[in-house]
């Protein structure tokens, strides 16, 4: 049985979509252009995983804090250092990194840890 995709991922998507028209049509809102669509990409990236994991590939997997990080890392040198450098139009910019790093800690915390505490209360209380 495949799993939903999660109507947080789907809203993701959404507002991402508004984003990216707001900017081809030269509306630029600051805070929500530069970091809002920075902070929400490793989330995103990270429930993707999960979900071709579990809901298509059918493995019960659940993200750890070293794949979150991991994954702050990855995305930090593909967008920010790596791109930056094959096309004009990235910009390298450490406060990208740290709407990464800000957007997978609550994503951690939010969802993969509270998961956790809840799989581990219940695991104490039926034994």
């Given at each position: 049985?495949?799993?939903?995709?999660?109507?947080?991922?789907?809203?993701?998507?959404?507002?991402?979509?508004?984003?990216?028209?707001?900017?081809?049509?030269?509306?630029?809102?600051?805070?929500?252009?530069?970091?809002?669509?920075?902070?929400?990409?490793?989330?995103?990236?990270?429930?993707?995983?999960?979900?071709?994991?579990?809901?298509?590939?059918?493995?019960?997997?659940?993200?750890?804090?070293?794949?979150?990080?991991?994954?702050?890392?990855?995305?930090?040198?593909?967008?920010?250092?790596?791109?930056?450098?094959?096309?004009?139009?990235?910009t390298g910019d450490?406060?990208?990194?740290?709407?990464?790093?800000?957007?997978?800690?609550?994503?951690?915390?939010?969802?993969?840890?509270?998961?956790?505490?809840?799989?581990?209360?219940?695991?104490?209380?039926?034994?």
């Amino acid at each position: 049985m495949k799993k939903r995709i999660s109507y947080w991922f789907l809203l993701g998507l959404t507002v991402w979509g508004v984003i990216i028209l707001l900017r081809r049509n030269g509306t630029v809102i600051p805070i929500i252009n530069d970091y809002f669509t920075d902070c929400i990409s490793v989330p995103m990236y990270c429930y993707l995983i999960e979900y071709i994991m579990n809901g298509i590939l059918g493995y019960q997997w659940k993200p750890d804090l070293k794949f979150v990080l991991t994954s702050v890392l990855y995305l930090s040198f593909l967008f920010e250092v790596l791109c930056p450098k094959l096309s004009a139009h990235f910009t390298g910019d450490f406060l990208d990194v740290l709407a990464y790093f800000a957007g997978g800690m609550m994503y951690y915390f939010l969802t993969v840890r509270r998961s956790l505490v809840k799989y581990k209360k219940a695991g104490s209380s039926t034994s």
